[in-house]
């Protein structure tokens, strides 16, 4: 009888605990439900556990088309923001051109930081430029930003231009085999060779020859469903995060990169080797000292940070390193990518580029850093292609210090975050009609100012704006016009109209851009 009393007390005391456990796992998950009435701010009703993100945790669908949805259903009700929960955490969906202003530029003091989880020493290559935070990222931007002037663009063009030259030799012989090609892997292999060159001063080879750098992209921007739950739960529950240790960047590709940069740094280290790549120039940061935050007008009174005397200074140069591959990997391929794609369907739009193209680009000597920038018609033809196809769709903000929605008394606290949908303002034919339709003469000279500001913006607006979208333009128009100098783009038996790939983060065609190309004339202008 004593065995059986002291059994069902254990059952009593393991249940109740059991119990406990669950309702205070309820509360945690669901305390944050009123939030948004609280505010008094229009919301969509939370879903338990997932919030408003079942189907994106489920890869059933791109967080892009969901939050695109969610900037639909707020602005038919005729309001300028409204508010989701990503799992438990609020996220006020920015819906007006005006509001993107406010808090992209005007109000930059009070959403300086972005809300995406980093550690620089269980997670090193989390902690790179477009995560980092406040006097970390003030000291890292303006010690990058020299990286990217006009002076170093064109050192960079001519190393660009020979990468291009073996790019065009490479589908002359696929234009030969009348091969189809998936544009965004052989795009994908040539930007890695040019990423690999000007920033690390590597001959990938990834055109020729199986390519790790190449994979780690991929990995990267193609997670596995549970690499993106944890990366969701990383950046909605940052005790989380720390405690369990998850990551933003696999442990794989984190191993990857650290051992490129370390080996390359000690290489060049140990024989006296200078190049003029972006590692360079962040080994002479590193060799310095920093730059006191205290004189810069946005950072008075924060405390100062130095790269060089970090506990992990690989780490962090790795870090920049591998966002500099990263975003320019992403950024770049998925743009031309999707621009042959749209020209395989335009082919009056094809031609009139031509037609640009042969005339700024007579012969060899006539492709330089300063001719490409002439080339006016070939950039609205990527601004439109960046416009229906924004590689990065979503830009986020966090408020650091509590901030009043203008003409309302609505005050939103420090570490509420922001979704700013450029997919879907991109997409609005409030701001551009027909918005489905491939348009280059959208970015004319005369109708460039129909658009209003802030509703288009593939690289972001204000102080956070992307480093690299000059590289990344000059990279792009030089690929596009050699491509379109000498090749015709026509569309294949495996063109299938544009899906998004539901396991991405970014704007990656589930099913590929599929083209084939054909010569225009024996004698490639190379």
Known sequence: MDAIAVNSWWFIYFGTFIGTLLALMYYYVTSNNDFWDKLNVPYIKPEFVYGNMKEIAKCVKSQNEAVWEFYQYFKKLGHKYGGIFQLRDPVMIICHPQLVKDVLVKNFPHFHDRHIAHDEHFDPLSAHLIALEGSKWKYIRSKLNPAFSTSKLKGMFQSMTNICNELIKNLNGAAEEGKMLDARDFLGRYTVDIIGNVAFGIDVNAMKEDSEFLHMGQKFFEPTQFERVGQIIANTNYWMYKIFKLRMVSKKVTDFFINVVNNTMTYRRENNVERNDFLHFLMKINETKGTDLKDMDEMKGVKNYNMAVSE???????????????????TSSSAMSACLFELAHHPEIQEKLYEEVTQVLKTNDDVTYDSVQQLTYTEQVLEETLRLYPPVGILLRKCTQPYEIPETSIILPKGCQLFIPVYAFHHDPEYFPDPEEFNPERFSSENRKNIPPYAYMPFGHGP????????????????????????????????????????????VPKDGFWIKVIKRNENLLI
């Open 312 to 330: 992990n200074s690989i780490g962090v140069i790795a870090a920049q390193a591998f966002v500099f591959f990263v975003a320019g990997y992403e």
């Open 464 to 507: 956070r704006v992307c480093i690299g979208f000059r590289l990344a333009m000059m990279e792009m128009k030089l690929t596009l016009a050699l491509i379109i100098k000498n090749f015709k783009i026509l569309k294949c038996e495996k063109t299938k109209p544009f899906k998004m790939c539901p396991s991405s983060f970014f704007l």
